[in-house]
């Protein structure tokens, strides 16, 4: 077995499909290189209570979804998982989403990070740039670990018969 600088990686999940595919990147990591693998899902209560102060959502009802979408991709991922042989942690938090990944990553002692990135069009010169979010980018900045943006199109077809 190839020998790794890593040993513990957590994976942010959000249920967009770049999240999917850096799940899948992780789940064939930690198969490769023998790694204890975490997965973990950010109810965003501070993106909920600003829409439930401007009285754009009702916060219990988004919050109850949010939390029932959390565990199903949560199961999802792990079933995956699962589907090669790879054992994972599952954590469901409430909070602020790039906090929230970072503290998961430091209780679990990740020694690396991984993050979804989608490459967008922006002009039309064709020149593609890396779009991350608030949330990305918080974790990129406050991460006592490396992060990696997993860009992988395709994946899928290379999962299957991984």
């Keep these: 077995m190839a020998k ?3 040993k513990k990686i957590l994976v942010a999940v959000n249920g967009k499909q770049s999240s999917i595919v850096t799940a899948m990147y992780a789940i064939m990591m930690a198969k490769t290189y023998n790694l204890d693998l975490r997965f973990v899902f950010v109810i965003d ?21 949010l939390e029932a979408d959390g565990k199903r991709y949560l199961e999802y ?3 995956l998982a699962s ?21 998961s990553a430091q209780e679990f002692g990740a020694d690396l ?3 979804g990135g989608n490459m967008r069009e922006v002009d039309k010169g064709g020149i593609k740039h ?33």
Excluded: Y
């Excluded at 209560?45 to 979804?65: G, P, Q, V």
């Excluded at 406050?142 to 994946?155: D, G, H, L, S, W």
């Design 77 to 79: 991922v792990e079933m």
């Design 4 to 6: 790794s600088f890593f």
């Design 130 to 162: 890396n779009l991350l979010t608030s949330a990305e980018n918080g974790i990129l900045s406050n991460a006592k670990c490396p992060v990696m943006i997993v860009q992988k199109p395709n994946i899928e077809a290379e999962f299957k018969i991984f």
């Design 83 to 103: 589907s090669k042989g790879v054992k994972c942690e599952k954590d469901l938090r409430k909070g602020g989403v790039f906090s929230e990944v970072v503290n």
């Design 45 to 65: 209560t501070a993106t909920i209570k600003f829409l439930s102060i401007n009285k754009l959502i009702i916060s219990d009802d988004l919050e109850e979804r």
């Design 113 to 115: 990070i991984l993050i």
